[in-house]
């Protein structure tokens, strides 16, 4: 049968069924299918579509290496906000089988792929305790285009296949970072250049005895230099960022502050600055640990963030960003000895400062930096360079057909600063120019423009359990499919 939007995919189950395509499998897009599943009272079709074909880790979670860890301790984790003990309560009755720890406490911070076999176990639990007629379909496959016809959006795969939706879910997550030298170079097109960190052959081909050149010192950086570390790599590892600064450790007897009146501090970036200085000095002096203030503006932060016009916005993340990255995302203590120790062995080394040359030849790479505040250029020959600079927060230059294709039908919109998504703080994705598109979502990472804080795990379980009876709400109104299509 002929079909105006190409090869139909081949529906499942009963066609009548209201249709909730999430694009994305990561930890937002598996959170709000598992959702749906648990609350939905009436039939759904849920349709999960991911890129590797295994919905669940995302980018964060699907790391094979046994000592990247999370960084937030094991009862902070749970991926349901309706059961806060969730996760420890998972791992606790695991502990001792095989690649599980013997023993878990509640302050333990566990492999991440751990969590990335939990939120797999969570989906295929609410599978099973789904309400008759709600049923969840995964697909594998590279979503690229999203078009409304009448009532309905037509989603469009990479390999030419599409299927017709009634709500989309955008959980697309977190988008590769930007290039070291922001302008096109030859060295990017070359095997010695690594864009996407987080795939799992980013390491290969690398001699024992290479140097190497990770650009970034967060998060991302420190995963790799501790996978580096533990298969034995003897080469010299160098870590570049722009400012120097380093994540700090997670402590565990830091608890949280509770911060008083903040309803009352104007909202500019000079008087928060100065309040969260005066907040640390007050703590100090009380023998408390700056960690519970940074901790204790969390349930705020978003409230802060939305508080603030976009010029202060701006403000934030020209003046006071990476200090705020450095001590908002912390590592686990283990992890950021075991880094400190490499570097005092010389075995890492760290820079300050700007990238202004690399070239590949036949010998490897050629990097020179500038060191920051300085005329003093450093040279560099290593084997592969790594871009470390974390997920990317500008919309404005992703190549993504999918992104691309939705911007030039005006369907989303990038906010203000460009960090994501323009969205209602709900998740309901506005059109070019402001209006509610109604029928797409998002959560998680590219709500940062309107949010801010809404990549973690904190946030993201808040998000897909409200979006879920959001979307379960507006379903009950659509029509049956055989009196649309
Ligand atoms: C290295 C790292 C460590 C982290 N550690 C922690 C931690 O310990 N604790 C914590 O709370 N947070 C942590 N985070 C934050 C993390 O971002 C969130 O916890 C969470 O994993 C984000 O999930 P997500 O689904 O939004 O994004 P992602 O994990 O990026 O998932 C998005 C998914 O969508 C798929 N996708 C994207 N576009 C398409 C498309 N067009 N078609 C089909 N599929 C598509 C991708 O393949 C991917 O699987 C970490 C982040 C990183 C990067």
Not at 26 to 53: D, K, N
Not at 304 to 316: C, G, H, K, P, V
Request: charged share 25%; aromatic share 6%; proline share 7%.
């Amino acid at each position: 049968m002929f079909s105006p939007f190409g090869e139909l995919l081949p529906m499942k189950f009963t066609p009548s069924l209201p249709r909730v395509v999430i694009v994305g499998g990561g930890v937002s897009g598996t959170l709000v299918a598992a959702q749906l599943l648990r609350r939905a009272r009436h039939p759904l079709h849920v349709q999960l579509i991911e890129r590797t074909g295994a919905a669940g880790p995302g980018v964060a979670y699907g790391t094979r290496c046994q000592d990247h860890l999370l960084n937030v301790p094991v009862s902070r984790m749970s991926a349901l906000p309706e059961e806060p003990e969730h996760f420890l309560q998972w791992l606790t009755a695991r502990a001792g089988r095989p690649g599980f720890p013997g023993l878990v406490s509640p302050r333990d911070y566990v492999a991440r792929h751990l969590y990335g076999l939990y939120v797999r176990e969570v989906l295929s639990a609410a599978c099973g305790t789904a309400a008759a007629g709600t049923v969840l379909e995964q697909i594998a496959g590279e979503v690229v285009d999203l078009e409304e016809s009448g009532e309905e959006l037509v989603v469009r795969f990479a390999d030419g296949r599409a299927l017709l939706a009634d709500r989309v879910v955008l959980a697309i997550g977190n988008l590769p970072g930007e290039y070291p030298i922001p302008r096109p170079l030859p060295f990017y097109q070359t095997p010695r250049y690594i864009h996407v960190p987080w795939r799992g052959d980013a390491l290969d081909g690398l001699a024992p005895d290479d140097e190497v050149l990770l650009v970034g010192q967060g998060l991302t950086a420190t995963d790799l230099i501790v996978q580096l570390a533990r298969q034995g790599h003897r080469g010299t590892i160098h870590a570049l960022s722009r400012h120097g600064i380093r994540p700090q450790a997670h402590r565990s007897e830091a608890g949280t502050r509770a911060i008083a009146d903040w309803e009352d501090v104007p909202p500019t970036i000079r008087a928060w600055t100065r309040r969260v200085i005066d907040e640390i000095r007050a703590a100090t002096e009380e023998g408390e640990d700056w960690r519970g203030v940074v901790d204790g503006m969390r349930p705020y932060t978003q409230a802060i963030w939305q508080s603030l016009s976009w010029d202060e916005r701006a403000r934030f993340l020209r003046h006071v960003r990476p200090l705020w990255e450095a001590h908002r995302h912390r590592v686990a203590p283990a992890t950021a000895a075991f880094v400190d120790q490499l570097a005092a062995e010389g075995k890492v080394k760290f820079y300050a400062g700007r990238l202004q040359v690399l070239e590949a030849d036949d010998r490897g790479v050629h990097a020179m930096l500038r060191r920051r505040g300085t005329i003093q250029h450093v040279s560099l020959r290593v084997a592969k360079v790594i871009n470390c600079t974390g997920p990317r927060t500008d919309y404005t230059k992703y190549q993504h057909p999918l992104l691309v294709h939705l911007l030039a039908r005006g369907l989303i919109d990038h906010d203000p600063l460009a960090l994501g998504i323009n969205a209602l703080p709900t998740g309901e994705v506005l059109r070019y120019r402001g209006a509610p598109l109604e029928r797409v979502f998002t959560l998680g990472a590219p709500l940062k423009g309107v949010l801010w804080e809404s990549s973690a795990v904190r946030e993201i379980r808040v998000q897909a359990a409200d979006l879920a009876e959001r979307l379960i709400a507006s379903v009950a109104a659509v029509a049956p499919a055989e009196n649309r299509v």
